[in-house]
């Protein structure tokens, strides 16, 4: 079958916080004016919007004609994708294959979410509609406390310690303070981490990604659209989406992020690249062990290193493989369904040089990595500087 | 003729008393009320806010069940005064948790006797031949208002009896019962309060005296029994001395009433007291011991049974938790957890 | 909620779980193929109401509806036939709760619709000491 090279060719993304002053379609329409700004010979054939809890946090479905009409296209085909917490990398992915197939020669991926209009409690049944309603969120148990759970059987199984435990968030945090749009500029030590808030046992506040409002959208181009511009692009090289055994607590080794292996070594298999090749990834680090487990999983670190590795430095700035280099999902934030849109967003700015204060030296491949749930849906894409 | 005898042998096939978690010290009620000393009762049982009678009883009645080791029941009865719902039966949720459909079900009430009346009608459905076995329940989360003396004693916790038809397993036989009753109201609580309303000296000798001693002397009289007959006496024990009262009265001594007399550790468990009592008694009766349960309930009535242990017993011991050992499991709580728990707190 | 809650009482109620007919394995919460060896051969299986704690947090962020019990504790308990189940751990001395700690099922109110709505029972653990 003919396969089409794809590429980013821009992006549009807000800054991430309280947007008390912007409704859900304000801020899907700043991010995607922001993607199709300068663009204005490419109409997207098809629209995706990324986005987990729309009705409930807004009383509003239907976001793909919602967005298509709102941004003068009525008329382009426009779909809502949710995968829970990775629905922006599940949205992206779809857009990527139907690219890739031939099927379109161009697509707009939008991730949007708008949290804080919700009470905290609100925002904490609204995520917990990612696991079982009637044996997870019925039993009183959070999104949160099962990331405790996991938590604490990560540290007791495998000797990791709370000291071990802070150390991406601290990273998140070093490289949030140059970043724009991230919501948390502020760098801090790993007592802060390990002295904050008790949420659920062991993770404490700081562990956990933070409740933001966001939206942040790319524009998806064929080689043969993209020979007609100037700009610069970054390739997207592969991509896979995998999913798990629902609940993560039946699956055989709860310490085994099966799901994202399998999507990392299928895109990489795509993408034709080696591990040792990339220069950054961007993980989905919702909380502290989910981060950990990921890299665990990827490879990166060996079982129960992960955040060890972390804390000796070995994903920090200026290493051979960079993290979340613009403050991942602890600082950067993570307006859910946008998020997954963000880490393409920022892995293109790294591949177009465009990054500013957070460059990456010589960045030639890099990942992202999107979760839904605990490593239910896992979704990981390869991007690479357009040649 | 006013004893009531069923006309196949009815006995307790199995039996289990649920006492919770939790424990408030009188003290504590009395510190916050009267600035120091204390109630009656030492301390009380106290459900948490996550029970009501409906959780408990199934957890009684689970007990009895795995006793009992029958597979059908024939009725569930539940007596209780703080059923969760005003309407909707607590039997029919215990039957469903039992897995048991084809039954009779309802919830009897008659405050503090109404577990024992659920053993008397049971009784009746199981001698009568219209049942094979059934199930008896007494339960409450008694609701005592704050600041006024009952609240030193309106505890939590009852018992479930499997009863059917006496055989080689069968615990305990139920001999036979007299019931007796009238318009007396010395406690109520009226449709829509949360609390019920008492008298205070009037509880005493036209109410708990009066028909605990009628019925009781009317048993003795039908039957010829005497006090002597009896190994054990269980009174239904409202505070520490009534039971001790009336108990000497009827000609029984403290031998025989102090293994059944727990409302010092307890407080009263309104329709699950004084079945608690015959469950401690049963944990460590021996057969032949011939047990005189004599209930109390406010409104009023009192029933008497004379019951008498079987060898099945012996087989029982080790199979659920037994009174003590639920009450040695324990937490103290203060009044502001226990006033939290008990849903006391207006929000 | 109250028709959800309904349909699926006894699951609640009784632990009632799957057990595959091919290779005899067991689950909570029921599937819909066997987990182990793949079979669409499942029928209903009450659950042992004894495990162990695998492991457990204690949340005081609670979902709504649980705010009057939180600081909570919940486990991920490994019955005695080797299902798991997602729970919580209640009425129990604060040390005994650890991994490893044996517990038995309860039956609880697990959630309750204000004044006037109804109330759902389901399953709870308890430390056994």
């Known amino acids: ?387 | ?347 | 909620m109250a028709v959800q809650y309904w349909r699926i009482k006894d699951r609640y109620y009784r632990l009632i779980g799957s057990k595959c007919r091919e290779c005899g394995a067991e689950f909570f919460p029921p599937v819909y193929r066997c987990r182990r060896c793949g079979s669409g051969g499942i029928e209903d299986k009450e659950m042992p109401k004894k495990g162990e704690i695998m492991t457990y947090t204690q949340l005081h962020q609670p979902l709504p509806g649980f705010e009057a019990q939180a600081p909570f504790y919940l486990a991920v308990v490994k019955l005695d036939n080797g299902a798991r189940v997602l729970s919580q751990v209640v009425d129990s001395h604060e040390e005994s709760v650890r991994t490893g700690a044996r517990v038995r099922a309860t039956v609880r109110r697990a959630k309750v619709d204000g004044d006037s709505g109804q109330i759902f029972y389901g399953y709870k653990f308890v430390v056994e000491n």
Request: proline fraction near 3%; include cysteine; charged fraction near 20%.
């Open chain 2, 1 to 347: 003729m006013h004893l009531m005898k069923s006309s196949r042998p009815s006995a307790i096939l199995g039996y289990g008393a649920y006492i919770p978690f939790y424990r408030l010290l009188t003290s504590e009620i009395a510190r916050v009320w009267k600035r120091g000393g204390s109630g009656p009762n030492l301390e009380k049982t106290v459900a948490s806010m996550d029970e009501d009678t409906v959780t408990m009883a199934i957890e009684a009645s689970s007990h009895a069940m795995k006793m009992a080791g029958i597979a059908e029941l024939g009725a569930v009865f539940v007596g209780t005064e703080s059923k969760p719902y005003a309407v909707k039966p607590t039997s029919t949720m215990v039957a469903q948790a039992l897995g048991q459909h084809h039954t009779l079900a309802a919830d009897l009430e008659f405050a503090c006797k109404a577990g024992t009346e659920a053993i008397q009608v049971i009784t009746g459905l199981v001698g009568s031949g219209m049942i094979e076995a059934g199930l008896a329940i007494g339960m409450d989360t008694a609701q005592g208002r704050p600041g006024d003396d009952l609240e030193y004693s309106a505890a939590s916790g009852g018992a479930a009896y499997v009863i059917g038809r006496s055989g080689k397993d069968a615990v305990a036989l139920i001999d036979c019962s007299t019931s007796f009753v009238s318009d007396t109201a010395e406690y109520w609580r009226r449709a829509h309060e949360k609390y019920p309303r008492h008298l205070s000296r009037f509880t005493g000798e036209p109410a708990y005296f009066s028909h605990i001693e009628t019925s009781v002397k009317t048993l003795f009289k039908e039957t010829g029994y005497k006090p002597s007959d009896f190994a054990h006496a269980v009174f239904h024990q409202p505070n520490p001395r009534f039971p001790v009262e009336v108990a000497s009265r009827l000609g029984f001594s403290m031998e025989q009433i102090k293994t059944g007399l727990l409302n010092p550790m307890i407080g009263n468990t309104y329709a699950g007291n004084s079945l608690i009592g015959l469950a401690a008694v049963l944990d460590e009766a021996k057969p032949g011991d011939k047990i005189l349960l004599a209930s109390f309930g406010s409104g009023a009535g009192s029933d008497a049974f004379c019951i008498e242990v079987l060898d099945g017993i012996k087989r029982t011991r080790g199979i659920n938790p037994t009174v003590i050992s639920m009450l040695k499991r324990n937490l103290k709580i203060d009044y502001a957890i226990y006033s939290k728990f008990r849903d006391k707190l207006e929000k």
């Open chain 1, 1 to 387: 079958m003919p396969r089409s090279k794809v590429y980013v060719s821009s992006a549009g993304f807000t800054k991430i916080g309280d947007q008390w002053g912007k409704s859900l379609l304000d801020l899907a329409v700043e991010a995607a004016r922001g993607a199709l700004k300068g663009t204005s010979k490419v109409k997207p054939q098809q629209i995706f919007v990324g986005n987990m809890f729309s009705a409930m946090g807004a009383r509003q479905e239907h976001l793909g004609a919602l967005l298509a009409s709102a941004l003068g296209l009525a008329g382009v085909p426009s779909v809502k994708v949710e995968s829970a917490c990775s629905s922006g990398g599940s949205a992206f992915n779809i857009a990527y294959s139907l690219v890739r197939s031939g099927v379109l020669d161009s697509a707009l991926v939008v991730g949007v979410e708008k949290m804080r209009d919700l009470e905290p409690e609100e925002v904490s049944l609204a995520l917990a509609m990612a696991e079982s309603a009637e044996y997870t969120q019925f039993v009183g148990a959070s999104f949160a406390a099962l990331n405790g759970l996991l938590a604490r059987y990560y540290m007791e199984q495998l000797d990791v310690s709370r000291e071990d435990l802070s150390a991406i968030p601290v990273i998140d945090h070093a490289n949030a303070v140059m970043a724009g749009h991230a919501q948390f500029r502020k760098a801090i030590t790993s007592d802060v981490v390990s002295r904050s808030g008790m949420v659920a046992d062991p993770l404490r506040l700081f562990d956990c990604a933070p409740v933001g409002d966001g939206a942040a959208a790319v524009l998806l181009v064929n080689d043969k659209t993209a020979s007609r511009s100037k700009r610069k692009m970054a390739e997207v090289l592969g991509g896979r989406i995998v999913t798990n055994e629902f609940s993560f607590y039946e699956r055989e080794d709860m310490l085994d992020f099966n799901a994202t292996r399998e999507a990392f070594v299928g895109a990489m298999a795509q993408a034709g690249l080696s591990p040792q090749k990339l220069s950054f990834a961007e993980i989905h680090d919702a909380f502290s062990v989910v981060g950990a487990l990921a890299l665990e999983a990827m490879g990166f670190s060996r079982r129960g290193c992960g955040s060890k590795d972390a804390k000796e430095g070995k994903y920090s700035e200026g290493s051979d493989l960079p993290i979340n280099t613009f403050g991942g999902l602890k600082a950067r934030g993570h307006p859910v369904g946008a998020t997954g849109v963000y880490q393409v967003a920022e892995a293109y700015l790294q591949l177009t040089d465009q990054a500013g204060k957070n460059q990456v030296e010589d960045a030639d491949f890099g990942i992202t990595h999107s979760i839904g749930g605990v490593d239910t849906t896992s979704v990981v894409h390869v991007f690479g500087k357009a040649s």
